[in-house]
């Protein structure tokens, strides 16, 4: 007794790929897009082919140097952009003394404070002999980005009533003020 068995259509589908389909001539291949038809004997298919295998040029140190600028200025800039949901952040989260307005001061002091202190290292990887005084221009621009943020975190601060700008909080020796009513919570 033989047993045959008969493999699924799928599977025999995958083994053997169909034919591709022969390309209409009215219809050009896109930018770049190398040609399917290496046997064929139209220039312009032999002329797509040779520039898809042609090796890119290596860009010039000016243009790197212009590429390197670019990039540094979008890392320069990053600070203001995260201004907006900060600054959202933090008047929602109110002017009491409640942990997550505590950690959101924290955050909004420490991470200007130590963009500052590693703007070098945030910017070394763009710089070259030839874009030195490009790159001081960023790093200025970094720095006073993230004094933005730090004047951010200053004004919440103010806001929660923390920024000592009265006389009797740097006098000894001047009397608070006085309440003109008090309120009493009912029980």
């Not at 720095?143 to 000592?164: E, I, R, S």
Request: hydrophobic share 45%.
């Amino acid at each position: 007794m033989s047993t045959t068995t008969t493999i699924p259509t799928w599977v025999a589908d995958l083994q053997s790929p169909p034919a591709a389909k022969s390309k209409n001539g009215s219809i050009p291949d896109p930018p770049g897009y190398p040609s399917q038809l290496a046997g064929s004997k139209d220039k312009k298919a032999k002329s797509t082919t040779a520039a898809a295998a042609a090796p890119r040029k290596q860009p010039t140190t000016d243009e790197m140097d212009t590429l390197k600028l670019k990039k540094a200025w979008e890392v320069a800039l990053g600070p203001l952009k995260n201004l907006p949901m900060t600054a959202i952040m933090m008047y929602m989260s109110g002017n009491s003394l409640q942990i997550f307005s505590i950690m959101m001061v924290f955050m909004a002091f420490k991470n200007p404070i130590m963009g500052i202190l590693q703007t070098q290292q945030a910017f070394e990887r763009f710089e070259s002999e030839t874009n030195k005084s490009g790159l001081l221009q960023v790093k200025l621009a970094y720095v006073a980005a993230q004094l933005v943020a730090l004047a951010l975190g200053v004004w919440k601060v103010n806001g929660m009533g923390l920024l000592p700008t009265t006389r009797s909080d740097w006098l000894a020796w001047e009397a608070q003020r006085d309440p003109i009513e008090f309120a009493v919570p009912g029980l």
